[in-house]
């Protein structure tokens, strides 16, 4: 009897070397060219393997025309946070919305849009909340603790965000700007504007966004800080004017202390 047949290679071996590409030792790749059962092995794990990518490859991503909504802002803020959630964790996702963005770059420029901030061509990144502290129980008549501290990610770009109280009981939003890139220096954002609308604005067409003037200004100074003073009560989001890119971070409520 043939020895070369009698010990088959183990299912992670085939596994391996059938999904993964993985190498096989010599003397393996010497059985598979000689042992028709791993030979069949192989061709049934490459078929079911193909098989359940057919049918459930990107089944959990958004359909293609939501992503292409989402380049242009023109989803409601639920989806819109949901596609950004999603984006955080899927590559694939990630490049077409890329690929998208820089299709869109390539349309004309209307001369109506009176800045380039408000123009469908600059490309928005609406930041994904990532964590968020647990609510804390709290007896009858105590005051709830506030959703703060924020944190939020919009790419390689981490944003965590404060709310103080002045001993004059002002409002002053604190964010900490940081990037995830080890290449990537916050001090070279240094100067970036930073402004604070009152909601609602992502949602709207970009014609009707033209008219919006920020309530509050302020710039990014050479640690990544962002501080919003006199805050007043209510609802805001937040846009950075990051290079070739806007960073938008909705939903902070702002409310009494």
Same mark, same amino acid.
Request: with cysteine; glycine share 6%; proline share 7%.
């Given at each position: ?105 390539? $349309? ?92 609602? $604005? ?56």
């Amino acid at each position: 009897m043939n020895r070369l047949h009698e010990a088959h290679l183990s299912d992670e071996k085939l596994i391996g070397f059938a999904l993964d590409g993985e190498a096989l030792p010599e003397d393996a790749q010497h059985h598979l060219e000689h042992c028709a059962r791993c030979q069949q092995r192989i061709a049934h794990y490459q078929k079911f393997h193909d098989a359940l990518v057919a049918r459930f490859y990107r089944s959990q991503c958004p359909a293609g025309t939501d992503l292409s909504l989402y380049t242009m802002g023109l989803l409601r803020q639920k989806e819109r946070q949901r596609i950004a959630n999603h984006l955080v964790d899927c590559p694939l996702c990630s490049i077409e919305v890329e690929k998208t963005y820089s299709f869109m770059q390539s $349309w004309p420029v209307p001369t109506s849009v009176p800045s380039p901030a408000r123009s469908p061509l600059v490309r928005r990144i609406f930041a994904a909340l990532v964590s968020q502290p647990q609510l804390q129980l709290s007896l009858r008549n105590d005051a709830q603790e506030p959703l703060w501290p924020r944190h939020y990610q919009g790419e390689s770009v981490d944003l965590s965000l404060h709310l103080s109280h002045t001993s004059k009981g002002e409002n002053a939003l604190i964010g900490v700007l940081t990037s995830a890139e080890a290449d990537e220096d916050v001090a070279a954002l240094t100067g970036i504007p930073a402004e604070l609308y009152a909601a609602p $604005w992502p949602g709207e067409t970009f014609s009707e966004q033209a008219g919006y003037l920020p309530l509050l200004c302020t710039q990014i100074d050479d640690m990544g800080n962002i501080v919003f003073k006199s805050v007043p009560v209510g609802e805001y989001f937040m846009v950075i004017h990051l290079p070739g890119r806007e960073m938008i971070v909705e939903g902070l409520i702002i409310e009494n202390n």
